[in-house]
């Protein structure tokens, strides 16, 4: 996806015109509207897109310019269920139809099926098959497709859903790394390392309910102080004498 320009898109599809390709996805990259709305007048095959736009403004840009035919948001990318549901409206206002991009977990699948349940222009939904436990494992009742390609949703409350505990917890990975991976360093962190790891560091705890009170990190701090402490850091490991 968002690989090609216009012109390479032009040549590889005159190339394939003869295998009856359902759709073209993401061709051009997201911010090349002009040239996705260039391609989906010039082509026989719908323009798909784009799983990358984050929210209502820039789907409603991609639609008004005419640079899609198949309207592609995902519920976990593009701001939930609700956001999705007015991504559809402004697609249905222009009969477009919506077929999620999903390329993740069980959660992801099952919440994008209930978005295109509960809209007008919706119906297909793109469903990965590659393997992948955290899709195929990770409910107590997994997804079943049937033989006609169609799922019954289920109706309990939520997504209607039960987690699996068993792959839980055989997939769960710590939440903080950040103090083993400075740990295993075999040498002083140069600034760009440590700059990196604080800013990660200072995302986390501002984010983690378990550890905002104990946050270093002011909500305002920028990176330029944030590099300018790594550096000082850097700085002083470099002249710490070796411990061989």
């Not at 002011?218 to 004498?241: G, H, K, L, Y």
Request: charged fraction near 20%; glycine fraction near 6%.
């Amino acid at each position: 996806n968002n690989a090609w320009t216009p012109a390479v898109t032009l040549r590889f599809m005159r190339q394939v015109a003869d295998q009856d390709i359902f759709w073209l996805e993401e061709p051009v990259p997201t911010d090349d509207v002009a040239g996705s709305a260039e391609l989906a007048r010039a082509l026989d095959v719908p323009v798909a897109g784009y799983e990358s736009e984050t929210g209502l403004g820039g789907f409603r840009d991609l639609i008004e310019r005419q640079a899609v035919d198949i309207v592609q948001p995902d519920v976990i990318w593009t701001g939930g269920i609700t956001e999705c549901k007015r991504v559809a409206a402004v697609a249905h206002a222009h009969r477009l139809p919506v077929i999620p991009h999903v390329f993740s977990s069980a959660v992801a699948a099952i919440a994008n099926m209930h978005f295109i349940a509960a809209i007008p222009n919706g119906g297909l939904l793109e469903f990965d098959q590659n393997p992948n436990p955290l899709r195929s494992d990770l409910f107590e009742e997994p997804i079943e497709v049937g033989p006609d390609g169609k799922v019954r949703l289920p109706e309990r409350p939520g997504l209607g859903v039960a987690l699996n505990q068993a792959t839980v917890d055989k997939y769960r990975v710590e939440t903080d790394p950040t103090p083993a991976l400075l740990t295993r360093m075999s040498s002083p962190p140069n600034a760009a390392t440590v700059c990196s790891t604080i800013a990660w560091t200072c995302v986390w705890s501002r984010t983690s309910t378990a550890t905002a009170n104990a946050s270093p990190c002011s909500p305002t701090i920028s990176s330029t102080t944030v590099c300018a402490a790594s550096a000082f850091m850097s700085a002083t490991a470099t002249r710490a004498p070796s411990s061989a």
